[in-house]
């Protein structure tokens, strides 16, 4: 992978911040956006604007190419049968939330068990945890291990013959660690419980086979994936999406309206209702087309130089904690510490000033905060663009922010 050719496509990043060279390190909040995929968006509204499905026309036409073709090319990238399986959402919190509530209602009942982490985003906790209270569920926790792994004899020993839903996060958004979920789900499977994948971060930096993985459920972002906002995936088995209810009623999602009954379309539109994020998908198809073109295992394996690179440079700072897995195989690539006596939005805010942007707080996992006994975290986060010099002024700004405070009180 050449790197100076991936940065040179990122037009973002040739800028100064604090009349600094910009260092982005936050990409598993945001990844930014190559130049094709800020064109493929800017292409669809300046020449071929139009809703999808609706018309003959021209442009309507052209556009409904380019969304449905955009559906396909997720199709490949998650290696699902068909594209009946691949529904285009929100985001992965509404793909969560939608599993949550059409499947869940239907398949959870009282005293069923709903097994997911403590490291899990509030996206794949709240929505579980909400379900529990409707229907009278038990929501249990799989221990995790000091460094924030999971050993498969606790999910054996958490998962019962009571457990209708579990679902894990393939990687988490705070320690980094890569999540045995192949694994996972076929101890969930031989107690004829349901698997449900949190892919935000894992979609963006592995290479992923939902029939490899056999989930029954998988949700992802555009976002993070160098694809625009505003878009995500739902994947579902197609025997499962068959039975479910749709969540949002109205135009595009229905075949037949009379006065008291409706009918809806086939997979997947039955959950699209409304217009949907057209640029958005679109945009998608070509952050995939952009990342295949790199390869999913060139990029992990670049990621893990960097991850490797940066626990190695973190520990000579002395008074700092790097939470997560301490082996580099072990985790994707993003680093979450605190320095002693300092304050993670301090932290931040000095590195800010150096021109590096990370992320400080809570990071939307609060109870895995509680479990590591912190109220805050510091997460410097890593993708293709970024390169060893970047963790080099992460590193030298942390430094300078731990001198500063230091001197000052």
């Not at 190695?312 to 006596?341: C, W």
């Amino acid at each position: 992978m050449d790197i100076k050719e991936v940065r040179r496509q990122f037009p973002i990043l040739d800028q100064e911040v604090n009349d600094h060279p910009l260092v982005y390190l936050d990409s598993a909040a945001t990844s930014q956006k190559p130049l094709r995929v800020i064109e493929a968006v800017n292409q669809y509204y300046r020449e071929y604007n139009s809703n999808v499905h609706r018309g003959v026309h021209t442009l309507g036409t052209k556009a409904t190419d380019r969304y449905e073709g955009a559906r396909e090319k997720v199709r490949k990238f998650i290696g699902a049968e068909s594209t009946e399986e691949v529904v285009f959402t929100k985001g992965t919190t509404a793909g969560l939330n939608l599993v949550a509530h059409s499947f869940g209602n239907d398949h959870v009942q009282e005293g069923d068990e709903i097994v997911i982490t403590y490291m899990e985003h509030h996206s794949n906790l709240i929505p579980w945890q909400q379900l529990a209270k409707r229907k009278g569920a038990v929501l249990k926790y799989m221990p995790m291990q000091e460094d924030g792994t999971l050993r498969l004899e606790d999910v054996q020993k958490t998962i019962t013959d009571q457990t209708k839903m579990v679902a894990v996060a393939l990687i988490s958004n705070v320690l980094g660690t890569i999540n045995p979920v192949r694994e996972i789900a076929k101890i969930a499977h031989s107690h004829g419980a349901y698997m449900v994948v949190d892919a935000a971060q894992g979609a963006p930096h592995l290479k992923i086979d939902v029939k490899d993985l056999e989930c029954d459920f998988l949700a992802f972002s555009s976002h993070k994936m160098c694809g625009p906002t505003g878009v995500g995936v739902l994947y579902g088995k197609k025997a499962l999406l068959e039975n479910m209810e749709p969540l949002e009623y109205g135009g595009e999602m229905i075949d037949f309206v009379g006065l008291y009954d409706s009918t809806w379309k086939e997979l997947p539109w039955k959950f699209e209702g409304g217009t949907p994020i057209i640029a958005g998908a679109i945009g998608l198809g070509e952050a995939i087309d952009f990342l295949e073109e790199i390869g999913l295992d060139a990029i992990q394996a670049y990621e893990h130089n960097l991850s490797a690179y940066a626990l190695d440079q973190l520990s000579k700072v002395e008074g700092i904690t790097v939470y997560g897995p301490k082996k580099a195989d072990q985790r994707a690539g993003l680093v979450t510490f605190n320095l002693k006596d300092v304050h993670p939005h301090d932290v931040a805010t000095v590195l800010d000033a150096e021109g590096i942007a990370i992320r400080a707080g809570h990071h939307c996992a609060q109870p895995l905060m509680k479990w590591l006994n912190v109220s805050a975290t510091a997460r410097a986060s890593f993708y293709l663009y970024n390169t060893k010099e970047d963790i080099d002024k992460l590193v030298a700004g942390i430094v300078k922010a731990k001198e500063y405070f230091t001197n000052v009180f």
